[in-house]
């Protein structure tokens, strides 16, 4: 079974900057697309960035791309988000995810998840 952490979370400042982590253990990290997610409350679970981990393909949600950087360390299997220029509406609890066919656009598609850490960002 995979399981993942993510950790990483905090408050910053409007323009700020955070990095979150997951860990992944458990199964061939190298079968796997591993997704980042935001949820706000209320409101559905959105993406925010993927990657492939067999040919490196990357991802982002509109509103986060050339601010966010996913990458990851094979030796460690661990994914990161490099999150920049972090505005209000960046505001919510992130998560990862991991499937061999996970969607981007379909969070029912992705078979294990990472708890969620926070991320808050203040004017």
């Known amino acids: 079974e995979v399981q993942l952490q993510a950790s990483g979370g905090g408050s910053v400042q409007v323009g700020g900057s955070l990095k979150l982590s997951c860990a992944v253990s458990?199964?061939?990290?190298?079968?796997?697309?591993i997704g980042w997610f935001r949820q706000t409350p209320g409101n559905e679970r959105e993406g925010v960035s993927s990657?492939?981990?067999?040919?490196?393909?990357?991802y982002y949600v509109a509103s986060v791309s050339g601010r966010f950087t996913i990458s990851s360390d094979n030796a460690k299997n661990t994914v990161y988000l490099d999150m920049n220029s972090l505005k209000p509406e960046d505001t919510a609890v992130y998560y990862c995810?991991?499937?061999?066919?996970?969607?981007?656009?379909?969070?029912?598609?992705?078979?294990?998840w990472g708890q969620g850490t926070q991320v808050t960002v203040s004017s």
């Open positions: 990657i492939t981990m067999s040919d490196g393909n990357r």
């Open positions: 995810a991991a499937d061999a066919r996970g969607k981007f656009s379909s969070t029912s598609s992705w078979n294990y």
């Open positions: 458990g199964h061939s990290f190298d079968e796997y697309i």
